[in-house]
C-alpha cells in the first residue's frame, strides 16, 4: 500500500472550495506527521504552500494567500488542503509530502482543474 | 536572492555514469539541509536523497547504493553522483534547499534521459 495516496484528478468552479486529500497508508498515523503541500505548474518546479500538523502547528508558505489552509481528518487519516475561493490561477498540480522511515515521501499529486 | 543552478544532465547509456552540481548563491550549502527531487516526464515528484546540516544522508530505496549526494564547500556547490543508470531514473532532477525541513527554494532542473 502506497506511503501518500492522492485522487489524481480534482474539478471545480470558480469562487468555490476544493478539498484536496492525502490519505496516508496503513499502520502510518496521521496525527503523528507534519504534512507538507507544493504546488506546481507547468514549466515550473513546485513551489511550498503550507505545512500542516496541528493548529499549534502549522506555517504558511511566504506569500501563500490565507485562502489555502490546511487541516487532518483524523477519521479518514487524511491530510487536508483546502483552497477557497478558487481563481483560475489555482489550476495546477498538488502534492502533499511527508518524512517518514528515513525519507521524504510525495504523494502521486491531484491535478485540480478550475472550470 | 537565493539561486540554485542544476547542471550536469544530459543522454547517457544505461548502466552509465554521470554527475549532476547544483550552484548555489545567495546562502551557504553547508548551513542548509539540501535535496535532490526528479520529475519522470509527466509523472509526479519522487524525492532522491537529501544530506542535513550535520552530514547525515539518507536515499530514496530507488536509488540507495547507487546514488551519492555530496557537498563541495569550496565551491557551494551541491552534487549528485549517479551510477548505474536505468532508464527509470530518466527524469528532471530538481535541487532544492530545506529551511526548517520545508523545501523553500528549488532549482530549474535539469533533464536526465537514460537511453540506448
Known amino acids: 500500500q502506497a506511503v501518500l495516496t492522492q485522487p489524481s484528478s480534482l474539478s471545480a468552479s470558480p469562487g468555490a472550495s476544493a478539498s484536496l486529500t492525502c490519505t496516508l497508508g496503513?499502520?502510518?498515523?496521521?496525527?503523528?506527521?507534519?504534512i507538507y503541500w507544493y504546488q506546481q505548474k507547468p514549466g515550473s518546479p513546485p513551489q511550498f504552500l503550507l505545512r500542516?500538523?496541528?493548529?499549534?502547528?502549522?506555517?504558511?508558505g511566504s506569500g501563500v494567500p490565507s485562502r489555502f489552509s490546511g487541516s487532518k481528518d483524523a477519521s479518514a487519516n487524511a491530510g487536508i488542503l483546502l483552497i477557497s475561493g478558487l481563481q483560475s490561477e489555482d489550476e495546477a498540480d498538488y502534492y502533499c509530502?511527508?518524512?517518514?522511515?528515513?525519507?521524504?515521501?510525495f504523494g502521486g499529486g491531484t491535478k485540480l482543474t478550475v472550470l | 536572492e537565493v539561486q540554485l543552478v542544476e547542471s550536469g544532465g544530459g543522454l547517457i547509456q544505461p548502466g552509465g555514469s554521470l554527475r549532476l552540481s547544483c550552484a548555489a548563491s545567495?546562502?551557504?550549502?553547508?548551513?542548509?539541509?539540501m535535496n535532490w527531487v526528479r520529475q519522470a516526464p509527466g509523472k509526479g515528484l519522487e524525492w532522491v536523497s537529501v544530506?542535513?546540516?550535520?552530514?547525515?544522508?539518507y536515499y530514496a530505496d530507488s536509488v540507495k547504493g547507487r546514488f551519492t549526494i555530496s557537498r563541495d564547500n569550496s565551491k557551494n556547490t551541491l552534487n549528485l553522483q549517479m551510477n548505474s543508470l536505468r532508464a527509470e531514473d530518466t527524469a528532471v532532477y530538481y535541487c532544492?534547499?530545506?529551511?526548517?525541513?520545508?523545501?523553500?527554494?528549488w532549482g530549474q532542473g535539469t533533464l536526465v534521459t537514460v537511453s540506448s
Open positions: 532544492v534547499r530545506a529551511a526548517d525541513y520545508i523545501f523553500d527554494y
Open positions: 496503513s499502520g502510518i498515523n496521521v496525527g503523528a506527521y507534519r
Open positions: 545567495g546562502f551557504t550549502v553547508s548551513s542548509k539541509h
Open positions: 500542516y500538523k496541528s493548529d499549534s502547528d502549522k506555517q504558511q
Open positions: 544530506t542535513y546540516g550535520d552530514g547525515t544522508t
Open positions: 509530502m511527508i518524512w517518514h522511515s528515513s525519507a521524504w515521501v
